[in-house]
């Protein structure tokens, strides 16, 4: 039952939670901590923290629609609205240093 919970996209906050570059927001979803930043440009994106000793944060699909922030922690496409809608801005990996 918690796996049907797992797949498809899951509400976190309100996108004004994290209003300037380099805010900052840490959850729990299905006990798997999450963290959701804004970057410099101002782009909303979440990351998965790994438990085992040195894991590198992975990168997971976020979107903002209607000013709320969402999450999807499942690798296949669950979409959230029509593809070419311009209100959802999905980010699924961070950019190069």
């Known amino acids: 039952m918690a796996t ?3 797949s498809g996209w899951h509400f976190i906050d309100l996108a004004t939670a994290i209003p ?5 927001l840490m959850v729990t979803v ?3 901590p ?4 804004r970057d410099e440009d101002e782009d909303v ?3 998965r923290l790994l438990r085992r000793p040195r894991g590198a944060p992975q ?4 979107a903002i629609r209607y000013g709320m922030i969402f999450v999807n922690l499942d690798r296949r496409d669950h979409r959230l609205s029509e593809p070419g809608s311009p209100e959802v801005q999905t980010n699924a990996t961070p950019r190069s240093a």
Do not use: I, L
């Open 20 to 24: 300037h570059s380099g805010d900052s």
């Open 34 to 37: 999450v963290v959701v930043t």
């Open 4 to 6: 049907a919970y797992r």
């Open 59 to 62: 990168p997971v699909r976020c």
């Open 45 to 47: 994106r979440a990351y």
């Open 30 to 32: 299905f006990g798997q």
